[in-house]
T-cell receptor, first 110, second 114 residues
Framework: QKEVEQDPGPLSVPEGAIVSLNCTYSNSAFQYFMWYRQYSRKGPELLMY????GNKEDGRFTAQVDKSSKYISLFIRDSQPSDSATYLC??????????FGSGTRLQVQP | EPEVTQTPSHQVTQMGQEVILRCVPI?????FYWYRQILGQKVEFLVSFYNNEISEKSEIFDDQFSVERPDGSNFTLKIRSTKLEDSAMYFC????????????FGPGTRLTVL
């Protein structure tokens, strides 16, 4: 059973669109939730970090965690071509061993 | 802005050879990690390190792997006898101590085993 599942995409949207990226997870012990952005053959770049349930906003990015449904979301407002990348969700129980999803490839068309 | 650095960016080695991948974590961070990503696959946790000892390791991190913090700045991953299936991107990450769990990743070392 995959612990963190993510639609691989690709997801193609026009510039300026609102993007919704989602993950589901199966491990009830996950407490920490992160979103990373990864460009081709580069290291993951931390975008958002959330502890437990709730929303967190940072500029054009909003992260949501719903622990009751085991659902993690990242919303990108006013998407830009520079947002084109693979987005990885990751979760952790507190053991400091991140479990990653497979990543969703996003393409923002100018 | 402080960042995690890794060297080399690309390492090519023959099967059975030993390799050492090097990382310089962010200077005030106290937790260090290694992850790997086989081409086209998920990023996978290998090991975490705190206070000069391993705190967690995955099933992947078997006896052919070891980690060390040889001085105050470097953190290394050694693979004793490389196999073809060790070919992957290896990422180092680091975190502040305490309850914070934000892990900041380096750019990675691409290991190619021939």
């Amino acid at each position: 059973q995959k612990e963190v599942e993510q639609d691989p995409g690709p997801l193609s949207v026009p510039e300026g669109a609102i993007v919704s990226l989602n993950c589901t997870y199966s491990n009830s012990a996950f407490q920490y939730f992160m979103w990373y952005r990864q460009y081709s053959r580069k290291g993951p770049e931390l975008l958002m970090y959330t502890y437990s349930s709730g929303n967190k906003e940072d500029g054009r990015f909003t992260a949501q965690v719903d622990k009751s449904s085991k659902y993690i979301s990242l919303f990108i407002r006013d998407s830009q071509p520079s947002d084109s990348a693979t987005y990885l969700c990751a979760s952790d129980t507190g053991r400091r061993a991140l479990t990653f999803g497979s990543g969703t490839r996003l393409q923002v068309q100018p | 802005e402080p960042e995690v650095t890794q060297t080399p960016s690309h390492q090519v080695t023959q099967m059975g050879q030993e390799v050492i991948l090097r990382c310089v974590p962010i200077s005030n961070h106290l937790y260090f990690y290694w992850y790997r990503q086989i081409l086209g696959q998920k990023v996978e946790f290998l090991v975490s390190f705190y206070n000069n000892e391993i705190s967690e390791k995955s099933e992947i991190f078997d006896d052919q792997f070891s980690v060390e913090r040889p001085d105050g700045s470097n953190f290394t991953l050694k693979i004793r006898s490389t196999k073809l299936e060790d070919s992957a991107m290896y990422f180092c990450a680091s975190t502040l101590a305490g309850g914070v769990n934000e892990q900041f990743f380096g750019p990675g070392t691409r290991l190619t085993v021939l």
